[in-house]
């Protein structure tokens, strides 16, 4: 919104030298910028068209003393018709005419009912107070009713139609036409769907048809465009919608839609949400600045987040996904994306189909999904994940961490220190395994083979480069079912050590090993740095006097293709993760955490009867769901049990860090990320 000074124009409706001009600056709606001129003492700017029919001179510089025009604008250019004091008709021509229903600077005050008629061209109306009609005619027009019940219709043309207070009846007419409301100046809520308005100057409007755009104010707006689903044919609907500033709520609703959130955190609909609405059309939509949630809907978008954390879904069709700055999470779904995280640390989900993915600066997670997909990592310590398909990963440059799904993968780790994880998903049907590896110019990349074992691939070295050669991929009768090859790979792991491994920005470390300020990749939140780590060893004593602390073994594999990636060993109330449609069925969650004793009896899952045990935990600042041994499951939430479970000093320790959990507070203080269900709860998510 500009600001500017006050001009005050002659009784001929021209902007000539000697027009008085304000020093007090003042912020404005501009509908059109007339042109430039100089005021006393050579100072230039700009005269500016306000949307209440002032006039603004627009500078840099700061106005002082009695100043007044001395360059105006010519009266070809600028030539306002005023009506008198008493209910005026004011007529225009078939040019471009700037009509007033009353005297200027009285216009608002003026409570006659004027009728002003802009015939063609593209004009500028404004009918002051009073209930008055404005008729715009052919061409491209600005209608302003000011204060009072007014009348605008719009006629052929793109116009604008700024009602004003008062209840006011607005019509469009042929042509792209809006309805203004940013000189409310409180929130509107405006549904062309329901033809409901209220609030703010919107409060008693009537649409009287062909209205097909809305600018909203500075405030917290509901805006909800045109439902087309019920227009057949080629009639088809496009909403455009400026939600401006403040935390407004958008849907587009109709055709092909337009959607800005502008500044403030927006929640943007491009479609109709709901199961019974079906989308097929293209939007266009803009975040603006704040933490916004953006829906696309079906066909294919383009979004474009702005700064702010924003939360970015495309929805079906082939999407164009910009996350802008910021932390942003964004899912391209089904359909061809190509999603862009931006500054900050993002976390990109691809979704089906190919997908191109460009995590760009900052440390990044990038989720390919099924499909052949390209990942790029670009700066920072990136976490890429194929999954299936045919991949192409490019860690850039930072220490990456680069995780081959199935299909044949080509991976490139680029410049720093990169781990590249191949996983095993042998068990899939239809599974193929191959490709070529890249560690990229660094000092040691490191190939990751765990997920195998040591008899499950044959690691030949080039004779000429120790740094390059072929893994073969073996069944369990030692067959070859696939092959890779690798260059610039300094370390090769072809088997485990005891431990979880816990992935990180650095690669694979042993949970163990972790230290305070290690960065752990979490589901939510990229790579997370850890408070806090303790421990607890239960020797075989402890274990049969308190059997229920017995570990609990999950197999690789037991919880679906490749989950775990190696046997995973866990304290048994130990959470997992489990997502998809039944969790969202039962209990209105697509994500939940199962405690590992709830698994006991499910195949590959057992409780270990061997002691003693060494439980290694783990903290951050917030309760994350983090990837260990190639699994989703929680790292430590104090409760009152696990508390009571820590010996003295780590307890004290982490008191010290986390006060609000001394003060029967552990809910509040430190939620957990997910829901956790119960025994019964666990045996329904499993039954059948």
Aim: aromatic letters at 6%; glycine letters at 18%.
């Amino acid at each position: 919104m500009p600001s500017g000074y006050f001009v005050t124009i002659s009784t001929s409706g021209v902007i000539n030298s000697g027009n008085s001009v304000g020093t007090s600056l003042t912020s404005f709606t501009d509908v059109k910028t007339i042109g430039p001129g100089t005021v006393t003492g050579g100072i230039t700017g700009n005269f500016v068209l306000a949307s209440d029919g002032r006039i603004y001179f627009v500078t840099s510089s700061t106005l002082t003393g009695s100043p007044s025009v001395t360059t105006g604008i010519s009266s070809s250019v600028f030539d306002a018709t005023f009506g008198g004091n008493g209910p005026s008709t004011v007529d225009g021509t078939a040019g471009n005419d700037v009509l007033y229903g009353a005297p200027y600077l009285t216009n608002n005050t003026n409570n006659n009912a004027d009728v002003i008629n802009a015939e063609a061209g593209d004009d500028f109306a404004f009918g002051g107070g009073g209930d008055d009609s404005l008729y715009g005619g052919a061409g491209n027009d600005y209608l302003s009713g000011g204060t009072g019940n007014d009348r605008l219709e719009g006629g052929d043309g793109s116009d604008t139609l700024n009602g004003g207070a008062g209840s006011d009846t607005l019509a469009g007419g042929a042509g792209l036409d809006y309805l203004d409301y940013r000189d409310s100046s409180a929130a509107v809520s405006v549904n062309l769907t329901t033809n409901s308005f209220s609030g703010g100057d919107a409060n008693g409007d009537v649409n009287a048809g062909g209205i097909d755009a809305i600018l909203g104010s500075a405030f917290n707006d509901t805006l909800v465009g045109f439902d087309d689903s019920s227009t057949t044919g080629s009639d088809v609907y496009t909403n455009i919608i400026d939600a401006g500033a403040g935390d407004d709520y958008v849907e587009g609703r109709g055709g092909g839609d337009v959607l800005y959130g502008g500044t403030g955190n927006d929640t943007i609909y491009g479609d109709r949400p709901g199961d019974t609405f079906t989308g097929t059309d293209n939007d266009t939509i803009a975040g603006g600045d704040g933490n916004d949630a953006i829906y696309g809907g079906a066909a294919a978008d383009t979004i474009t987040g702005d700064a702010g954390d924003d939360t970015i879904q495309g929805g079906t069709g082939n999407d164009s996904v910009s996350g802008g700055t910021g932390a942003d999470s964004i899912s391209g779904d089904a359909g061809n994306d190509v999603l862009s995280g931006g500054d900050g640390n993002d976390t990109l989900y691809g979704g089906a189909d190919s997908d191109t993915l460009n995590g760009d600066a900052n440390d990044d997670v990038l989720y390919g999904g099924a499909g052949n997909d390209s990942l790029a990592g670009g700066t920072g310590n990136d976490a890429l994940i194929g999954d299936a398909g045919n991949d192409t990963l490019s860690g850039g440059d930072g220490n990456d961490t680069l995780t081959t799904g199935y299909g044949s993968d080509n991976v490139q780790g680029g410049a720093g220190n990169d781990t590249i994880i191949i996983a095993n998903n042998s068990a899939v049907p239809g599974f193929t395994i191959g490709g070529n590896i890249d560690g990229g110019s660094s000092e040691t990349d490191t190939l990751d083979l765990t997920a195998w074992g040591f008899s499950g691939t044959n690691v030949i070295y080039d004779p000429n480069d120790p740094k390059s050669g072929t893994i073969q991929f073996l069944d369990s009768n030692g067959n070859v079912i696939g092959t890779m090859t690798f260059t610039d790979i300094e370390r090769i792991i072809t088997c485990f050590t005891p431990g979880s491994l816990a992935t990180t920005d650095r690669g694979l470390v042993a949970v163990e090993d972790l230290c305070v300020g290690d960065r752990v990749l979490t589901r939510d939140s990229g790579f997370q740095p850890i408070v806090w780590t303790g421990r607890q060893t239960l020797n075989e004593l402890a274990l049969l006097v308190e059997p229920r602390f017995r570990p609990v073994r999950i197999s690789a594999g037991a919880l679906g293709h490749g989950v775990p990636a190696r046997d995973m060993v866990v304290s048994p109330q130990h959470r997992v993760l489990f997502s998809g449609p039944r969790a969202d069925v039962l209990f209105g969650e697509t994500e939940v955490l199962v405690p590992a004793l709830h698994l006991v009896g499910r195949p590959g899952i057992t409780v270990e009867e061997r002691g003693p045990v060494t439980y290694i935990h783990f903290m951050c600042a917030t309760h994350q769901i983090v990837m260990v041994d190639g699994c989703w499951s929680e790292s430590f939430q104090p409760g009152d049990q696990s508390l009571a479970g820590l010996a003295e000093e780590a307890r004290a320790e982490l008191l010290s860090l986390f006060p609000g959990l001394a003060e029967d507070q552990i809910p509040s203080a430190y939620p957990a990320a997910r829901p956790s269900l119960k025994r019964h709860e666990s045996a329904l998510l499993f039954a059948g």
